[in-house]
């Protein structure tokens, strides 16, 4: 899906793959284009009326996911990128930023698919920029790829705009025990999804 030559309200410049000089993405290929937080709803609504592709847009919920750093947004972009043809969702790929270095903000949207956006904030004030952004009435859900989220500030901020939280007790070295605690300590109203258990369903399915 290629954007140049795509002039972005607020002033970004398109980008195919947030790479100087790279070459234009094939149709239904992850674009990323330069973009400004205060000017979110009008730049996805742009690059959807410039596509090439049908102009078919439904999202079914908010996805934030808090990636462990620059080459983990990578590889779940891709992923999440592809999920949203059959899934599409208003995607939030948050990292945080080093001390003293500058916000970074990067977007993209197919019309059949998701909208995304990669921001690189502070953690004291991600959850409050990504807030105001969240597509009404429909569901969020938090896919927390961080550290221990056990006594964590940001992971607290983050859970509290969700309806339900995804972790990955194999990656986070949880056992059993804590994830069952980790859960009693969400908000009221906010579940707990493991997807180790997730991964282990054909084995189950099998076993069945």
Do not use: K, Y
């Amino acid at each position: 899906m290629s954007r140049q030559g795509v002039p972005l309200p607020g002033g970004g410049e398109p980008s195919p793959t947030g790479r100087p000089g790279a070459a234009a993405a094939a149709p239904g290929e992850l674009c990323w284009n330069d973009g400004h937080i205060a000017a979110l709803e009008a730049q996805w609504r742009a690059l959807r009326e410039t596509s090439e592709e049908a102009p078919v847009h439904a999202l079914a919920l908010n996805l934030i996911c808090r990636v462990a750093d620059a080459a983990d947004a990578e590889r779940m972009a891709q992923h999440l990128w592809r999920l949203g043809r059959r899934h599409p969702a208003r995607v939030f790929l948050v990292r945080p930023a080093a001390d003293g270095a500058a916000d970074r903000v990067r977007l993209a949207a197919c019309p059949d698919g998701s909208e995304m956006v990669e921001l690189q904030l502070d953690p004291g004030r991600a959850a409050s920029v990504v807030m105001p952004h969240l597509a009404g009435d429909l569901p969020v859900v938090l896919l927390w790829r961080g550290s221990d989220p056990r006594g964590d500030a940001e992971f607290r901020l983050w859970s509290g705009l969700a309806n339900r939280v995804l972790v990955d007790a194999q990656r986070l070295r949880l056992s059993a025990a804590q994830v069952a605690a980790l859960a009693r300590e969400l908000p009221p109203g906010v579940s707990l999804g493991e997807l180790t258990w997730t991964r282990l369903t054909p084995w189950r399915l099998l076993l069945c």
